[in-house]
């Protein structure tokens, strides 16, 4: 069973969210976002207050520069959805746990 598969399975039981959330961010050690040097926030900031598609664009062409090197993109894609996450997470923006497309509105499942 896929990860995702899992996730919507587990997503009818709040209490398997949690549980699901725990393990999720059990998986993800030591994740690259997290150093310092990443600039993680300034790109959150950015992604945050661009006012266009091309701007938007761009600031998740960084984010995916940082993302593709790390081993832990898919948990945490799953986290965000799990988390109902606003932000830039797994080199995708997303809003409530639902990613947005280039314009930063809500992709249709």
Do not use: F
């Amino acid at each position: 069973m896929s990860d995702l598969t899992h996730l919507e399975a587990l997503t009818t039981r709040p209490t398997s969210i949690v549980v699901l959330s725990r393990d999720l961010r059990a998986r993800i050690t030591d994740p690259v976002c997290a150093k310092p040097e990443a600039g993680w926030p300034q790109l959150e900031a950015d992604y945050a207050s661009s006012p266009s598609e091309r701007d938007r664009a761009e600031v998740l062409q960084r984010a995916w520069a940082i993302c593709c090197t790390c081993a832990h993109v898919d948990p945490c894609a799953l986290l965000a959805v799990v988390d109902q996450h606003t932000g830039l997470s797994a080199g995708d923006a997303y809003r409530n746990g639902h990613r947005l497309d280039e314009r930063g509105r809500r992709q249709r499942s």
